[in-house]
């Protein structure tokens, strides 16, 4: 059965991303991209007032959008190879 992509999910990923977060991966994402626009907002308005640590949000909505760019994509691939990408967990919630 071919892969639905050859790029693989990075480890760090499929360790931090919640279950929650893989089930409902479009609402993630879209609230990801609300959340880098408003971080790119705030480090317009910080940087056009003379406070030159705003440049860090730009940064941060760098990363927040570059997630919620992939972590859809990152999802076919799971699906494609059959698994959800996190551990498995028993019925008291402890992983296995």
């Given at each position: ?6 790029k ?9 991303v ?13 609230i ?10 705030l ?10 640590w705003?440049?860090?949000?730009f ?7 570059w ?30």
């Amino acid at each position: 059965m071919p892969k639905a992509s050859t790029k693989t999910v990075p480890r760090i990923i499929r360790r931090t991303v919640t279950q929650w977060e893989w089930r409902h991966v479009k609402g993630v994402a879209n609230i990801r991209v609300l959340v880098a626009v408003w971080l790119v907002f705030l480090g317009s308005i910080a940087c056009a007032d003379g406070y030159w640590w705003g440049a860090f949000f730009f940064v941060v909505a760098g990363i927040v959008g570059w997630l919620a760019y992939d972590m859809p994509r990152w999802k076919l691939v799971l699906d494609a190879e059959g698994g959800s990408g996190t551990p498995e967990r028993d019925e008291a919630g402890q992983r296995r």
